[in-house]
């Protein structure tokens, strides 16, 4: 009896231990790794490391241009939550209206179409709007009578990141808005009759019964954005090449590869990857605070 109980506690172990030596393997031994390499000196093809301790994470700290990444980053991370999270919860519960059932299921897919093409090709694409002059955007203003607002959207300082960021939305907003189009499609139909009985208007219904019941997936998308909103590398990468004019669209990925494969300082780069992990690991604890869940 006893040798069948232990037989039972140990199965699950061993259905868990492929997950936990992948992740052992290529997750948390590449972080511990890339935490000992941020306190040396050394290049790529350098057969010896120097030891520096702390030096290069004091050496961040004076860097403008972390600062500047930094900042991109956040700006990133604002706009990401209000517009992919917040803005695809709204459109998610429009196309899974009563008065939407008919035209929904198209919607869903055009919206959704901007996540199956690859990031680089979506650069590419928005390279040719952004053009200063034979550029979409700048002909369409151009049309409308708004040639004032006409700009070189990638080649200047004040506008660049702005664009670099629509670009991610543009992109990203459908995948978000599918998974609340699953969670609200789990919500049963009678609270909302019930509601509807009750005389409560559609933004009340959106308010008393959608909130409640996706703010699981909520918190999933939440973090889903912020942490990549803090990784984000092709769109800057790819559009502005490598963070211009200048530094002013750099983020901290873009930064991080610059300093390891161009300035060829790997030992830096690993501190600028361990301080993106240590915020993304930050923001993710703050925003199950925040909610208080992520439970299920």
Not at 3 to 24: A, K, N
Not at 131 to 151: K, M, T, Y
Request: hydrophobic share 50%.
């Amino acid at each position: 009896m006893k040798s069948s109980c232990r037989g039972s506690s140990l199965e699950p172990l061993l259905f868990t231990l492929p997950c936990i030596v992948m992740l052992g393997v290529f997750v948390y031994l590449p972080l511990i790794q890339n935490f000992y390499f941020s306190l040396y000196s050394f290049s790529a093809f350098s057969p010896n490391k120097l030891f520096i301790g702390l030096e290069n994470y004091r050496l961040l700290v004076d860097d403008p241009v972390v600062r500047t990444a930094l900042i991109n980053n956040v700006r990133y991370a604002v706009i990401s939550v209000l517009i992919q999270v917040c803005f695809g919860l709204v459109l998610a519960a429009i196309l899974e209206d009563k008065s939407f059932k008919r035209v929904g299921p198209f919607f869903r897919t055009v919206f959704f179409m901007p996540v199956l093409m690859s990031i680089s090709v979506v650069c590419l694409l928005f390279g040719f709007i952004y053009h200063p002059i034979d550029g979409l955007l700048n002909q369409f203003l151009e049309i409308v009578g708004l040639p004032f607002l006409q700009r070189p959207w990638l080649g200047s300082a004040r506008t660049a990141i702005w664009a670099t960021i629509a670009v991610s939305q543009w992109h990203s907003t459908g995948y978000i808005m599918m998974l609340f189009l699953v969670s609200i499609q789990k919500i049963p139909e009678e609270l909302y009759e019930a509601c509807e009985l009750d005389g409560a208007h559609k933004i009340t219904r959106f308010r008393v019964v959608t909130l409640p019941h996706v703010k699981e997936i909520f918190f999933v998308a939440s973090v889903i954005t912020v942490t990549g909103s803090f990784m984000v590398f092709s769109e800057p990468y790819i559009l502005t090449r490598g963070g211009g004019p200048g530094t002013s669209s750099i983020t901290m990925a873009v930064y991080l590869y610059q300093s390891g494969f161009f300035r060829d300082m790997m030992g830096y780069a690993s501190t600028l990857a361990i301080v993106i992990f240590v915020i993304s690991v930050v923001l993710a604890v703050f925003q199950a605070m925040v909610f208080r869940t992520g439970k299920e």
